[in-house]
């Protein structure tokens, strides 16, 4: 009898602690911004599921148009559709983009363009963890293809579209993990192996993509600072979502269940993003990091100027943006070849060695 009375004490113990201190703790802060968001436009990647959909359907519900830009589209064109029903709102739309592939980027991108504002965008698709080394469509490994190339070009390609909206914020969704693991510290970007052709691990990969999603949050903002548009970083929380689809089936198991009782829920994972995405507050707030949808300090790595300002150079040459500054004309063709990408000149600086310019435009259109 008194073993079951204790047990029964217990277990309402428990119950009374989770509900009133763990979940609350667990929940993190909450966006309390009631903003609307009628006549505005928002673009979240990686809307058909998780904290993505999460977000289209918040925005949704403050009646912004959404553009909804995923990879699967049968899977978000099901999400679009339950996002309508729930909120009312009508005006989602589905369109295709796979961060995997420039060409899918770029293609994004110029059909966005003939919409007549873009307020949000949230860079928020991802892939994690993934078991074994694989390349995107341009050569890029893929995990650092998606987190960080992917939505490099797509950001720069909708610039102009964010500086025509008043007030326009670009919110990029990183990770605590950008730190590495409790046992095993993350190192500052590593250049040499950005691609992870010399070594391979999933978990540094991500780690290294979600440093880099930081670092390119400083450097836009520092680019983009007296034109109107914002950017942040976060980390939205540990999430049950299918991130860990990677996992093996036990390991995913366990750490589903885990975080279902001590991890966020899917509405509490995109407080964060919303609230970089809506709050007054933060108007002209831009380049910092936040978690629980408060200001947070990123690892001392995350905060290297240098390293973003060189991130930003090495990118802008991998996805083939246009080549404005003095390039050292060698590497930029010698990294372009290995990748199949497409540098292109803006204009003809006069440090070039015209012979060598050449030969990289012809280079370069030989790739068209
Ligand atoms: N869940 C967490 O605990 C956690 C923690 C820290 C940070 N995050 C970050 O939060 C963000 C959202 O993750 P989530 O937890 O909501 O995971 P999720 O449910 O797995 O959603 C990831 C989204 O990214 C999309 N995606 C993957 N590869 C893509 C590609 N090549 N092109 C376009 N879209 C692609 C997926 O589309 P498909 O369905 O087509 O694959 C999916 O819509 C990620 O950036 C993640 O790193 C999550």
Redesign the pocket.
């Known amino acids: 009898m008194y073993p079951l009375l204790i047990l029964a004490i217990l277990i309402t113990c428990y119950v009374l602690f989770h509900t009133y201190i763990l979940r609350p703790y667990i929940a993190g802060g909450v966006c309390t911004s009631k903003a609307r968001l009628d006549g505005k436009t928002a673009i979240v990647?990686?809307?058909?599921?998780?904290?993505?959909k999460e977000t289209a359907a918040e925005f949704a519900r403050r009646g912004a148009r959404v553009i909804m830009a995923?990879?699967?589209l049968n899977?978000a064109e099901e999400a679009m559709k339950e996002i309508v029903q729930t909120t009312g709102n009508r005006s989602v739309v589905v369109k295709h983009?796979?961060?995997?592939s420039l060409k899918s980027v770029r293609a994004f991108a110029e059909d966005v363009k003939n919409e007549a504002r873009l307020d949000i965008l949230i860079n928020?698709?991802?892939?994690?963890n993934l078991p074994e080394f694989s390349k995107t469509e341009d050569s890029f490994e893929m995990t650092m293809g998606?987190?960080h190339f992917g939505h490099f070009l797509l950001t720069n390609l909708l610039l102009d579209l964010l500086k025509q909206s008043p007030s326009s914020r670009v919110v990029v969704?990183s990770?605590?993990?950008h730190r590495g693991q409790p046992t095993r510290k993350a190192p500052g970007l590593n250049f040499e192996n950005m691609n992870s052709e010399i070594s391979y691990n999933g978990f540094m990969a991500y780690a290294q993509s979600?440093l880099a999603n930081i670092l390119f949050t400083r450097e836009l903002a520092r680019r983009l600072e007296g034109t109107g548009v914002t950017v942040n970083s976060l980390?939205?929380?540990?999430?049950s979502?299918?991130?860990r689809?990677h996992f093996s089936p036990w390991k995913k198991f366990t750490w589903n269940v885990l975080f279902r009782h001590f991890g966020k829920s899917v509405e509490e994972?995109a407080q964060t993003q919303v609230h970089l995405a809506v709050s007054e507050e933060l108007e002209g707030v831009s380049g910092l990091y936040f978690s629980d949808c408060k200001e947070d300090e990123p690892s001392k790595h995350a905060q290297d100027d240098v390293a973003a300002k060189k991130l930003w150079e090495v990118s802008a040459k991998l996805v083939g943006l246009e080549v404005t500054s003095r390039w050292n004309i060698g590497i930029t063709m010698k990294m372009a070849k290995e990748n199949h990408v497409i540098p292109r000149i803006k204009s003809k600086p006069s440090c070039f060695n015209t012979g060598k310019l050449e030969s990289f435009v012809r280079f370069g259109s030989s790739f068209a």
């Open positions: 990647t990686g809307a058909n599921t998780g904290i993505g995923c990879r699967n899977q983009l796979d961060l995997a928020n698709a991802g892939v994690f998606v987190n969704v990770s605590v993990l979600k980390h939205p929380g540990k999430i979502t299918d991130i689809r994972g």
